[in-house]
């Protein structure tokens, strides 16, 4: 039988797995349906003018109009990991990013 802690594990090392391979398949100009298909209901979504606190010092500002945040189920070894896709007005990626704080 399988401890909670190596389900726990499993479950975060197989979650910033997917992440990541989404990330890499999506581009600017993808729609945010698109988006969350891939990734599922963001954690976070921070509106233009409103930043999210938990990891930058600098608002979502044009022709960003929405921030989406994945963040990884609990800080691995390497640190706190994250994943964001900026929208514009039309709801399309305009940017993205991928962050490690150690």
């Known amino acids: 039988m399988l401890s909670a802690s190596a389900v726990s594990i499993g479950h975060c090392t197989y979650t910033t797995s997917k992440y990541t391979q989404e990330f890499d398949k999506t581009a600017v100009g993808d729609s945010e ?3 969350i ?3 599922g209901k963001p954690d976070v979504r921070e509106s233009a003018g ?3 606190l938990a990891y930058v010092d600098k ?3 044009s022709p960003c109009m929405e921030r989406l945040w994945w963040e990884a189920p609990f800080p691995m070894p390497k ?3 994250a994943w964001i896709v900026e929208l514009n007005s039309t709801n ?3 940017a993205k990013a991928h962050i490690l704080f150690p």
């Open 92 to 94: 399309h990626v305009v």
């Open 59 to 61: 608002p979502c500002e």
């Open 33 to 35: 349906s698109v988006v």
């Open 50 to 52: 409103h930043k999210f």
């Open 37 to 39: 298909e891939r990734f």
């Open 79 to 81: 640190g706190i990991e």
